[in-house]
């Protein structure tokens, strides 16, 4: 299976400041059809999760810009340029290239 | 507008299979490429993969669980079955059924989630 290690686990982060998470996989996440199978969804406890950015740097419709993710092949970030007080939670990236499909462990998003 | 609403019971005995329901509107499991998936999350856990039934009833499922899984769909009813065989008492956690596609390859609409408790 394809392991996703996201970093850092914890992230505390004051508002108004960037925020910035790593995701390195352990398969390249690029086909041989050009698209990257990298995806950025967010998770607000007590809430469904949401995408947030599909093939490593697309922000899905309704996203902030604030939002951006970027990255090929094994080592991807997702930015955040100015945190707010609704961007709590926890991130996940996940990859749909390989069977079983696999997230990452998860970064909690905190306000300091 | 595509919604999702997960139903099934709330507490099952670790002796007992555990049977999920995703209830679905504003799409077709008919229509080419159309899925729909299941994902939990154990307490204190990651988001975490466990099955997908695409429009031509391929089924696909996640190597890690030592529970059984089956999914199987009833496109007459707009319903998604999952059926956990002898669940353990890690397997409680919230259920969410997705929906996914095999041209976009996210999964872009969820359920609201169902909290399911395995205990003796």
């Known amino acids: 299976d394809v392991v996703m290690t996201q970093t850092p686990l914890f992230l505390p982060v004051t508002p108004g400041q960037p925020a910035s998470i790593s995701c390195k996989s352990s398969q390249s996440l690029l086909k041989s059809d050009g698209k990257t199978y990298l995806y950025w969804y967010f998770h607000k406890p007590g809430h469904s999760p949401q995408l947030l950015i599909y093939e490593g740097s697309s922000r899905f419709s309704g996203v902030p810009d604030r939002f951006s993710g970027s990255g090929s092949g094994t080592d991807f970030t997702l930015k955040i340029s100015r945190v707010e007080a609704e961007d709590i939670g926890v991130y996940y990236c996940?990859?749909?290239?390989?069977?079983?499909?696999?997230f990452g462990q998860g970064t909690t998003l905190d306000i300091k | 507008q595509v919604t999702l609403r997960e139903s099934g019971p709330a507490l099952v005995r670790p002796t007992e299979n555990l049977t999920l329901t995703c209830t679905f509107s504003g799409f077709s499991l008919d229509s080419s490429g159309m899925c729909v998936s299941w994902i939990r999350q154990s307490p204190g856990k990651a988001l975490e993969w466990l099955a997908l039934i695409d429009w031509a009833d391929d089924k696909y499922y996640t190597t890690s669980l030592k529970a059984g899984l089956t999914i199987s769909k009833d496109t007459s009813k707009n319903q998604v079955v999952l059926t956990v065989t002898n669940p353990d008492t890690v397997d409680t956690g919230t259920y969410y059924c997705?929906?996914?596609?095999?041209?976009?390859?996210?999964?872009?609409?969820w359920g609201q989630g169902i909290l399911v408790t395995v205990s003796s």
């Open positions: 996940m990859q749909t290239l390989h069977l079983p499909y696999t």
């Open positions: 997705a929906r996914y596609h095999w041209d976009t390859t996210f999964f872009d609409s």
